[in-house]
């Protein structure tokens, strides 16, 4: 293992506290929000049923519920490098299936895996997708936005990130894109703590603002036979 890798099968049995320690400054409670309001606004932008969904670094499966919940036909699989947070997610879901090299997935998801990988585990990634990935496969990223403070200092204070390197929308886009895969939307979240969750509209209005803690972004590869997923 990479020297300064921070070792996730460490953090499995508090990754939740761990987080809640390093974000209590901005929301004490309300901690499957940031999970539900994720996947709501992925589920608004997928346009197709897909069978085979894959949670890429799927952790100790905080996603889980949420991606079952909003595609409640779909095979939900999970990866993961840390066999020790695997072991917690398939605990915790029971429907949930291990990483299977010989599907071809439908619809793979990141959420918060890239600022934690080197360039090379970055590449290993890639080299994976082209296997599990074809030309129908769409892709979704959540990543930390480095633009913005609040996060900025949550991650400074997060134990679980100090093998971080925070990577702006722009440098995400351009990772794909040398790979070949079109970038079809990106779009900021998280301008409001989840107490204010009643003025969410202004995440809408926000979206194509860079300031948000967070963003995502959707990929098809660029030769995709389905352009309109
Ligand atoms: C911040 S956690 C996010 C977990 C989960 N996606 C979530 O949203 O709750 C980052 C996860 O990425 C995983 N990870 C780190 N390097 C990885 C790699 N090279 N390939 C796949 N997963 C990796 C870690 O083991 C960890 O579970």
Known sequence: MDRNKVDFDYFADNYNN????????ISKSNFDYFAKYKIKRL???????PKK???YGCGIGNLIPEIKKNFPKSDIYGYEVSEKSLNVALSRYPYLKKFDASNQYDLIIFCGVF????EDEQIEIFNTLNIVADNSTTIVVFEHNPKNFITRRI???CELD??????????????FEKQSYKCKKCEFIFF??????IFNFIEYLFKKIPFGCQYFTIYNKKDSINDNK
Do not use: G, M, Q, W
């Open 43 to 49: 589920k608004s932008k997928i346009k197709f049923s």
């Open 53 to 55: 969904i894959l949670d």
């Open 155 to 157: 991650v400074k204070n």
């Open 192 to 197: 409001l703590p989840p107490a204010l969750r």
């Open 115 to 118: 600022h934690h990988c080197s």
């Open 162 to 175: 100090k093998d971080a390197v925070l990577i702006e929308s722009k440098a995400l886009i351009n990772k």
């Open 18 to 25: 761990t987080i809640i320690k390093a974000s209590e400054f």
